[in-house]
């Protein structure tokens, strides 16, 4: 993006993130690879398609990929967990909402102003948190305003200004169908900037996070990437997860040893969520960082055992 610096002034941490985000080689990808890849998913994926109907595909979500490789059990309890929207999950919506706004926002709104806007517009969809949203109380609404806002201002703070000829987009939708549909491999991602030129890759991959570093955020990222090279043939060239608390950008160049990696990783996946859907194997348990926060967490023996020792040694 540096051939396109914006004009305004930027301060430290911006600049920051704008070098690391310049910085980069811009590759050119064999333009055979997209197929390639299809072929090798083709092929991982062909056993599997017996099992699953056209009626009820399966849908892989970086999310599902992450909790198959981190603990087995915990995908399995993730499956039969009813979703509830809360304040803390709705204020991943609403700022990703209010960062999408702000890209094409007349003026010079505030995070305030964006934060309101998303919530309006989120209320009057037909889908996601739009019933629980117009069901808040006052107290709940002005809590969930108030975490918005410190991420949207953090964002604001830290990141350099989207500019046009960045091509910016949020909550880009990414899918790639295997079967005639009966796999498909999706996500959605929070921020692209920059854009390929024929095989030379030029688009960065962007997914905000709040919280810790953790390697997993990369290995969704790298999902990301396979299904957006499945999809237009030329990768990404850069992924990034902004760690907003931070306000850090943390990179990885693409390459093509990273797709053919995440192809696997991708595909062994599948065929285990395959496996764990039909109930034909038991589920293994792996205690982890994901004990924190998994519903088993005070029926496992071995969450009970992993989180115990934790505290025992902080
Ligand atoms: S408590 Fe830990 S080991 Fe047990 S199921 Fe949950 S994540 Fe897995």
Not at 120 to 130: I, S, T, W, Y
Not at 206 to 222: A, E, N, V
Request: charged share 25%; hydrophobic share 40%.
């Amino acid at each position: 993006m540096s051939e396109v610096l914006a004009p305004a002034a930027l301060n430290a941490a911006q600049q920051q993130v704008l070098d690391q985000l310049g910085s980069t080689d811009r590759p050119n990808f064999d333009p055979a690879l997209r197929a390639q890849l299809r072929h090798e998913l083709d092929q991982a994926f062909e056993p599997m398609l017996e099992h699953i109907s056209l009626e009820e595909p399966l849908f892989v979500s970086k999310r599902a990929i992450s909790m198959v490789h981190n603990c087995e059990q915990l995908y399995v309890a993730d499956q039969t967990e009813e979703f509830r929207w809360s304040v803390p999950i709705a204020r991943g919506i609403v700022s990703h909402k209010a960062i999408e706004l702000l890209v094409g926002y007349r003026g010079n709104p505030t995070p305030l102003d964006l934060v309101d806007a998303a919530i309006a517009r989120l209320e009057n969809d037909q889908f996601g948190p739009a019933d629980f949203l117009r069901g808040l109380s006052e107290g709940e609404r002005a809590e969930l305003v108030a975490l918005a806002n410190d991420r949207v201002t953090t964002f604001m703070e830290t990141f350099p200004p989207l500019e046009r000829q960045w091509r910016p987009t949020t909550e880009a939708r990414v899918r790639a169908e295997f079967g005639e549909g009966r796999i498909q491999l999706s996500g959605k991602i929070d921020l692209q900037l920059g854009f390929a030129r024929g095989t030379q890759a030029g688009k960065v991959t962007i997914d905000l996070k709040t919280g810790r570093t953790h390697r997993s955020h990369m290995d969704d990222l790298r999902f990301y990437a396979l299904i957006d090279t499945l999809k237009s043939g030329t990768p990404p060239r850069l992924l990034v997860s902004y760690y907003l608390e931070q306000g850090l950008p943390h990179t990885e160049a693409v390459t093509e040893e990273l797709l053919w990696s995440a192809a696997r990783r991708t595909a062994e996946a599948v065929a285990r969520i395959v496996e764990l859907n039909g109930g034909e194997v038991t589920p293994a348990r792996t205690p982890g960082g994901s004990c924190s926060f998994c519903p088993l967490n005070d029926s496992c023996e071995e969450g009970i055992a992993y989180l115990t020792e934790r505290r025992q040694l902080s």
